[in-house]
């Protein structure tokens, strides 16, 4: 027998998740875009900056993209001069990204708008109440986690 339906949707976290990534989108978009950066050139950015070096598959799991738009994106990043692609060891097939100084440099323009929406989202939470949220999504990625990374 299925279960009853809530009595709102807010007793989902799945939809509580999804609306609150939607409006950080929304909140940075436009920061993003007034400096060039589309959300998926950002989340590129700022995984290269994390990670240093990802493959494509890689890369395509940290900055929540799809193989074809993923190309789509660093095709742009590559020609913008912000990233460089390489041949990864002796496997022709896989390609590791990497960001170039450019790169590098946008970082400082990136980190100040997604820290300020993440500091405006945690507004009036306390420190233990905001590392107790941060423990418990990464929970929440866990256990839905498709990928290993």
């Not at 989902?12 to 007034?34: D, F, G, V, W």
């Not at 950015?45 to 494509?56: G, Q």
């Not at 799991?61 to 789509?72: D, F, K, N």
């Not at 960001?99 to 323009?109: E, F, I, N, Q, R």
Request: with cysteine.
């Amino acid at each position: 027998m299925p279960k009853k339906p809530p009595r709102t949707l807010t007793a989902l976290p799945s939809y509580l998740i999804t609306r609150i990534a939607h409006r950080y989108n929304q909140t940075i978009h436009a920061e993003l875009k007034a400096i060039g950066l589309s959300t998926i050139s950002t989340r590129i950015i700022s995984s290269l900056s994390i990670f240093e070096e990802l493959t494509i598959n890689e890369l395509c799991v940290h900055a929540l993209a799809e193989q074809p738009t993923m190309s789509r994106a660093l095709d742009r990043l590559e020609a913008d001069g912000l990233i460089r692609r390489a041949v990864k060891d002796e496997d022709n097939r896989k390609r590791t990204v990497r960001l170039t100084d450019a790169g590098h440099a946008l970082t400082a323009d990136i980190w100040p708008v997604m820290t300020g929406a993440n500091d405006a989202m945690l507004e009036g939470i306390p420190k233990a109440d905001r590392e107790v949220t941060v423990r418990t999504l990464l929970k929440v990625l866990e256990n839905v986690r498709v990928h290993p990374i």
